[in-house]
């Protein structure tokens, strides 16, 4: 029987002294470097928009070192906001330890106020809505689709971004609204771009990339991909091996929490319950095994 993983130490929040704070995310910590951004990403998990009060360890760090291997990958689709993911000096000296595996200093670029949602497969809120109205944020799909089905080719169905709770679906039309048609035009080309060349490659590792989000935002009037890449915690990893429409998948990414809360009933409201070993463990085990297929190896510690 195979040894269990030696894990990195669990960081449920960061408070590092001599550094501004400039927001506390769900997941990650932000910190204001003047010119710079330092994004932390913490072992917290949400589920049901509820931030869980037990952390699950290494999930920080497989968010920030998948993000970093899909940045690096896809470097050549658009510019990523990636300064360094090893290279913690001045203020943040002191916290280099904490930071190994999980920091990522950034540009600091304008976000823009929209989430760039490419959609390969159909779930979620979109087999909702298809169900109602044969469409999925108002783009009419061929009829007979199922739960899973893979659509004839991915949808680009963009969403606000909410402060608080769920982004809200938005039509394409819309997003121009907001953003300018020129720039709706090129944030469309590129999420659909990213995601057809991200889906070609996780196929090959064995992995289905149902649907994922992207941040992007402006520098000095140049597109930026921000925030996270293609991580369990902005997409739907199916393992290819046992797919099959018409049912829902198992994933990589926070199901077995999700599952644990709906056997308990609990009303989706803060504060979320305590977690119990079995579900940390399996919910670990799961990020760790996304990021052993697409990578190729297993997470490092201090990596």
Known sequence: MAASPKLSPVIFETNFAGLKLRARGKVR?????????????????????????TPIPDKGRVLTQLSRFWFEKLSGVV?????????????MAPYAADLAGRGMVCLKADPLPVECVVRGYLAGSGLKEYNQNGTVCGIKLPPGLVESSKL?????????????????????????QITGADLAKRLRDVSIDIYRRAAEFAAGRGIIIADTKFEFGMDKGELVWIDEALTPDSSRFWPADGFQAG????????????DYLE?????????????????VAGTTAKYREAYRRLVGHDLENGQ
């Open 29 to 53: 910590d932000i910190y204001d470097l003047g010119d710079r951004l330092l994004l932390v990403a913490s072992d917290r998990l949400s589920a049901f928009d509820v931030v869980m009060p």
């Open 79 to 91: 510019r990523n906001h990636v300064i360094s993911t090893t290279q913690f000096d001045g203020a």
């Open 152 to 176: 004839p080719e991915p949808i680009f169905t963009p969403a606000t971004k909410e402060t608080s709770g769920h982004d809200i679906n938005i039509s394409y039309e819309q997003m121009a």
């Open 247 to 258: 049912r829902s998948q198992p994933s990589f990414d926070k199901q077995y929490v999700r």
């Open 263 to 279: 056997r308990l009933g609990w009303n989706k409201q803060p504060p979320g319950p305590a977690l119990p070993a079995d579900v």
